[in-house]
């Protein structure tokens, strides 16, 4: 099959899942093209990858150069100039419309085409719940030939706040087994802690959702009972504030803000627990990959993340914003040997439910699906 996939091309979770989506896919022997404005930070080359670059031209006229409909004019000519089965879009705005708008165009020209649309979080829970987009959102939905969202939450939040007239269908977020794995980083982890201290990790986009700040109260609390050390991976706006609370309550020596980080495999072999504090999480990548290498979780309880995170088996859940409630946990799965070897025991058990083997073909079996109906739907036109 000739699928085109459309995503950011960034680390957040919609990005990430699109990619690994596309080189699973690749596997397996379908042929994939990617169709963003700059290629996704974990592509990797395969003979039935293909990326394609959204080029944005910018004259005087525009402020704001008219990304949405250079990204339509791109889809009809790799539509057209590779012959694709389907479309997948990730992250409703403006992919799914953008998948519309070219769908006319090809209508036009005697060409016709189904797409996809993948509902990951905030493109919902945010974004798409502004007045200035909800309708456009809205409408582009609902135009989908099939919707999928990656959390069961997302599904409900989804309904909540639009008048979606089609089913959307659970197909969670997924994890490579074979990639993120536990590896025996020892001589990594005597460099960070040459003292045997426990690390926790916090990964992100250090957005306001994040409640970055609140890793930094967690990690005070606990470092005040046990030596630990912590390791912040990612960047966004609210790193300096993060930087500033470090200083201010003078346990820098003990953390390291280590910028976006390809490598997570490796550094999450060397942590003992993870951190994720978020005002809301439609699933949870990030913790998944960590659960992945053995790495328990505490997290708040918003969004899908109870969905992977299991309360007192694979870490531990709180309220938003319950910084003593984290840290009692933390300090719970620390301090102890037995529970943390435990814990992570849980861990890796659960992250293989949601492993690629797993997920992939369901991916797979909604296209057959979908291409079927579109077919038949052009048979008895």
């Known amino acids: 099959m000739k699928i085109g996939i459309v995503c950011y091309p960034t680390f957040g979770g919609s990005g990430v ?39 944005v031209p910018t004259y005087p ?19 057209l100039n590779n012959n694709l089965d389907l479309l997948h879009v990730h992250y409703a705005i403006p992919h799914a419309s953008a998948a519309y708008f070219a769908r006319q165009i090809l209508k036009k020209q005697g060409r016709d085409i189904p797409f996809i649309t993948t509902l990951h979080g905030t493109d919902i829970t945010l974004v798409g719940r502004d007045q200035t987009y909800a309708p456009v959102v809205t409408f582009s939905i609902n135009e989908s030939d099939a919707i999928t969202a990656v959390s069961q939450n997302l599904k409900e939040e989804t309904f909540r ?13 997924f994890v490579d087994m074979k ?42 609390k606990v470092h005040a009972k ?12 609210e790193r300096p504030g993060a930087e500033e609370l470090c200083r201010s309550l003078e346990i820098c020596n ?17 942590t003992d627990l993870f951190i994720l504090p978020s005002q809301y999480e439609s699933f949870g990548l990030s913790a998944l990959e960590a659960m992945a290498c053995g790495v328990p979780v505490i997290s708040t309880n918003a969004g899908g993340l109870p969905e992977i995170n299991v309360h007192g088996q694979t870490g531990y859940l709180s309220e938003v914003g319950d910084v003593e409630d984290m840290a009692k946990n933390a300090l719970h799965i620390l301090t102890d040997d037995g529970r943390l070897t435990e814990f992570k025991k849980n861990a890796l058990a659960q992250a293989q439910t949601f492993d690629k083997n797993h997920i992939v073909p369901l991916y797979e079996e909604l296209y057959k699906k979908v291409v079927a109906n579109y077919k038949a739907k052009q048979v008895i036109a």
Not at 18 to 32: C, D, N, P, Q, Y
Not at 61 to 79: G, H, K, Q, R, W
């Open 161 to 173: 706040f639009f008048p979606i007239e089609k089913d959307i269908q659970v197909i969670t977020n």
């Open 17 to 55: 899942l699109a990619t690994e989506l596309g080189m699973a896919l690749s596997e397996k022997g379908h042929e994939v093209h990617f169709i963003t404005y700059q290629q996704p930070v974990r592509l990797h080359f395969h003979p039935n990858i293909y990326y394609h670059e959204v080029a």
């Open 61 to 79: 006229l525009f402020d704001y150069p008219p990304y949405e409909t250079a990204l339509a004019s791109t889809m009809v000519n790799v539509i």
């Open 226 to 237: 046990i030596p630990s050390k912590l390791l912040m991976i990612g960047d966004g706006p």
């Open 179 to 220: 990639r993120f794995s536990y590896s025996d980083k020892n001589h990594f982890k005597k460099m960070l802690a040459p003292n045997d201290e426990r690390i926790m990790v916090h990964v992100s986009n250090f957005r306001k959702v994040k409640r970055v700040e609140d890793v930094i109260k967690v990690f005070e």
């Open 254 to 270: 003990d953390i390291r803000f280590l910028g976006k980080q390809d490598q997570m495999d490796e550094i999450l072999s060397i």
